[in-house]
């Protein structure tokens, strides 16, 4: 997993990156970019 330590702005392009998904594979951007645009939705875990 990469780690990007710049922040985007609201309205800016997303860097590439590669996350694990629920499937024990792996998603990139670039993959879901393919299929039409992108909305990232980062939701803050509880503790």
Do not use: C, K, N, Y
Not at 18 to 38: F, I
């Amino acid at each position: 997993m990469t780690v990007h330590s710049s922040t985007a702005g609201s309205g800016s392009a997303a860097p590439e990156f590669e996350l694990p998904d629920w499937r024990g594979g792996s998603q990139s951007l670039a993959d879901l970019r393919v299929a039409g645009p992108v909305i990232l939705t980062f939701l803050r875990g509880f503790a």
